[in-house]
């Protein structure tokens, strides 16, 4: 349901069979790509700290050079025991690539004659994934300069799209309102009048354009509703006057990610972002105040996860949705899951994937889903035990709630 993968029209930089490489391209697949995924990118600066390989210096190498580099820091001078990197091996031997070597170049060598629309497919298969959703950043020139060029070429039936709008909760005034104004929608530094018709004409836009299937944003562990600082005011005016009514009158969902702190060390770019503990009073004030939207959430902090359950059960136009990031780990997927079902049956979402490179799906299903399973069988096991018997059937009734219809059943319910 949240996904970081795009389709081959959306340009790749590693042009695999069909040689088409476009450095700029959204579509990430392939080894190389798959080893320099930041959560490893993290990870190598703990073994090779910044002292003896400068950030820029790290930057400046090419994609194959810095894969090279992790692998062998992280995965031959070392035991790949971290969940990213067990994730690369769990990836490559679906794929039928040996992770034992000691060099990527036949991995590389296979990459390159894979047609990228295929392995899009293969991959698919292999994780037992029928639809991929996309996260489409409106605010990102290259996102946005592709949407405008040719929305229609970009269709693929495999991907569905979700309109991603960080700046107009997160920086109103000083991203959101000067943009919008130069794409010809008229706003001011403050939510007035012209900010609402235009803020949520721009929507519609959107929506209509991506034929978008959420509304999302990803938030800071500070984000309060309603706000508590003159700076966050503005946010939280968008938030109830353009982007929630336009939520309601399309019959959209908005998917909240709230907990991450960005870039607490920025040198490391997309791999320096930190966890926070966010508020879940305020997504509880706002579930009340707004009956007629429906919001998926995630929480990034663990100390967040049992109150995010918790508001949940209060409030039916809350679904709680995955593990994500720092919690999308074997221990805490089990806690997570197992108190999750313990809290709210089967009324909730146990993963989202968060895949960025294409065959992270593969492993980013598979150790879920073994978690996952484990957790439904004790939890069967318990019911038996307490005297009511569980059919095979409603097992498979439990599995396609939890990895397809709570998700499909919430985009569509009113
Ligand atoms: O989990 C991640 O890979 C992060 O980098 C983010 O993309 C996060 O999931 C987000 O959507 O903001
Ligand atoms: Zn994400």
């Known amino acids: 349901m949240h996904t970081h993968l795009y389709p081959p029209a959306f340009g790749t930089p590693m042009g695999g069979s069909s040689g088409k490489s476009d450095p700029k391209g959204s579509m990430l697949w392939g080894i190389d790509?798959?080893?320099?995924?930041?959560y490893l990118v993290a990870e190598v600066y703990r073994v090779v700290p910044p002292t003896k390989l400068p950030y820029e210096q790290f930057w400046k190498m090419s994609k194959s050079e810095q894969a090279d580099h992790i692998w062998k820091n992280l995965f031959v001078e070392r035991t790949p025991v971290s969940e990213a990197c067990r994730g690369v091996i769990t990836s490559m031997t679906k794929l039928g690539l040996d992770p034992s070597d000691k060099s990527l170049a036949s991995a590389r060598k296979w990459c390159a004659q894979q047609d990228p629309s295929k392995?899009?497919?293969?991959?698919?298969?292999i994780a037992n994934v029928s639809s991929i959703t996309m996260t489409n950043p409106v605010f990102d020139d290259n996102e946005r300069g592709r949407w405008e060029k040719d929305a229609r070429g970009l269709a693929d039936p495999r991907f569905r799209a979700v309109l991603r709008i960080d700046p107009i909760l997160r920086d109103w005034k000083g991203t959101a309102a000067p943009r919008l104004g130069a794409w010809n929608y008229p706003t001011s530094e403050t939510i007035d009048a012209k900010s609402i018709e235009s803020g949520r004409k721009f929507l519609r836009?959107?929506?209509d354009k991506m034929n978008a299937i959420y509304l999302a944003v990803s938030l800071p562990p500070e984000w309060r509703y309603p706000a508590e600082d003159e700076a966050s005011r503005a946010g939280q005016a968008a938030l109830e006057q353009i982007v929630l009514p336009v939520c309601a009158e399309r019959n959209l969902p908005f998917a909240m990610m709230i907990g991450s702190r960005l870039r607490v060390?920025?040198?490391?770019?997309?791999?320096?972002?930190?966890?926070?503990?966010?508020?879940v009073e305020s997504l509880v004030n706002l579930?009340?105040?707004?009956?007629?939207?429906?919001?998926?959430?995630?929480?990034?902090?663990?100390?967040?996860?049992?109150?995010?359950?918790?508001?949940?059960?209060?409030?039916?136009?809350?679904?709680?949705?995955?593990?994500w990031w720092f919690v999308n780990n074997p221990s805490l997927i089990d806690e997570i899951t197992r108190m999750r079902m313990e809290l709210l049956g089967t009324s909730f979402i146990p993963q989202h994937s968060d895949a960025r490179i294409l065959e992270q799906l593969i492993y980013k299903w598979e150790h879920s889903r073994e978690i996952i399973g484990d957790v439904m069988a004790e939890k069967y096991e318990d019911l038996e035990r307490a005297g009511r018997r569980v059919s095979g059937a409603e097992i498979k009734r439990d599995v396609k709630l939890f990895f397809e219809e709570n998700f499909e059943n919430f985009l569509a319910s009113r």
């Not at 009956?291 to 995010?308: D, I, K, S, W």
């Open 33 to 38: 790509e798959l080893v320099t995924y930041h």
């Open 119 to 125: 392995q899009i497919d293969r991959v698919m298969e």
């Open 205 to 207: 836009d959107w929506i």
């Open 265 to 279: 060390n920025p040198a490391l770019r997309e791999a320096g972002d930190m966890v926070g503990q966010a508020s």
């Open 287 to 323: 579930c009340r105040g707004f009956p007629n939207n429906r919001f998926f959430v995630t929480m990034l902090a663990r100390e967040n996860q049992h109150g995010l359950c918790v508001a949940a059960r209060k409030f039916a136009n809350l679904m709680v949705f995955g593990c």
